[in-house]
């Protein structure tokens, strides 16, 4: 409905039994949604083909969960419990922990803070279980034992999700302001199309994606085909932004020229390692080529002449 790609639908569950993809047109960008088939409890061990589901939503920027509005809480508990179970952390951040290994010198704990949780004993008996016995370890926070394995496990990816329940329509309103108010959380109706374009709109802002105009020298810029950047992928700086367009543009950029929320003023000369912002429109002016000759400019830089007196040429004496 979103990306106008026909996708099965039916008033039975798993209905979809393959990937469907689509391009959903929003903000001058596009997006790649794909309609996955549903999942089971016990997905993470292989049943209903689960792992190769969950295999395909480990490579996105976001997961959308599409939940039943008229049926209980234990079907996103189920579904969040299979995700985290083949090491997918939903609406997470990476623990401030500090872990390296070391070949010699035994384990060195330290931390910043008191710690709840944990303490040094234990730290040492889960390093052991991994048969790790020199490392360096640093809590930067009140972290739990969970996010001490998930960090020397290493395997671990921290995604963005926003659950989405459908089916409003058959619901009271007092459950649909309930679940609307969960966070993370939005209401839609696919059969009387409520609340799409909110979907949409939430979606753009958990995403963050920044849209980036270029502008030719002596030209105005180009609003039609924009180069979207994104703090998960890459990077939102004018360095990122010329490794988008090339990666052999970086050494040849002198300066950019930034019009925009980012700048200070119109336009601002700015470096590599200017952070952009969402529609700034940007402007390239790379380092000039040295003439063949290898002069600078009108002038040479070196002379032809010999460089000691005694190696000139001697003019001929004047006929008197």
Request: aromatic residues 6%.
């Amino acid at each position: 409905m979103l990306t106008g790609t026909h996708s099965e639908a039916a008033s039975y569950e798993f209905t979809t039994l393959t990937c469907i993809p689509g391009i959903i047109h929003y903000n001058d960008t596009k997006i790649q949604l794909l309609d996955l088939p549903g999942i089971i409890e016990g997905a993470s061990e292989g049943k209903g083909r689960g792992r190769q589901v969950i295999a395909v939503s480990k490579s996105s920027d976001i997961v959308l969960m599409v939940l039943d509005a008229s049926k209980s809480e234990g079907h996103r508990q189920i579904l969040t419990r299979e995700l985290e179970a083949v090491g997918l952390r939903l609406n997470k951040r990476p623990p401030q922990i500090y872990f390296k290994k070391k070949k010699t010198g035994g384990i060195s704990f330290n931390s910043t803070l008191h710690l709840t949780h944990i303490d040094e004993k234990l730290c040492y008996q889960i390093l052991h279980e991994y048969k790790i016995h020199n490392a360096e370890v640093l809590f930067r926070e009140d972290a739990t034992v969970d996010d001490l394995i998930d960090v020397i496990e290493g395997n671990r990816k921290y995604m963005k999700c926003i659950y989405v329940y459908n089916k409003i329509d058959v619901v009271g309103i007092d459950d649909v302001d309930r679940l609307s108010r969960q966070p993370n959380s939005i209401v839609i109706s696919c059969n009387l199309k409520l609340n799409l374009d909110r979907l949409l709109a939430k979606m753009w802002e958990a995403m963050g994606l920044v849209r980036v105009y270029t502008k030719p020298q002596g030209q105005q810029p180009d609003f039609a085909e924009p180069v979207v950047l994104s703090s998960d992928r890459g990077g939102c700086t004018v360095e990122d932004f010329c490794n988008h367009i090339h990666r052999s543009l970086v050494k040849d950029v002198k300066y950019v020229l930034v019009w925009g929320t980012s700048a200070r003023h119109y336009p601002q000369h700015c470096g590599l390692s200017h952070p952009l912002q969402d529609e700034d429109v940007v402007q390239i002016v790379k380092k000039k080529e040295r003439e063949d000759g290898g002069g600078r400019g009108r002038f040479k830089s070196h002379s032809n002449a010999p460089v000691r007196i005694s190696d000139r040429e001697k003019k001929a004496p004047l006929k008197t």
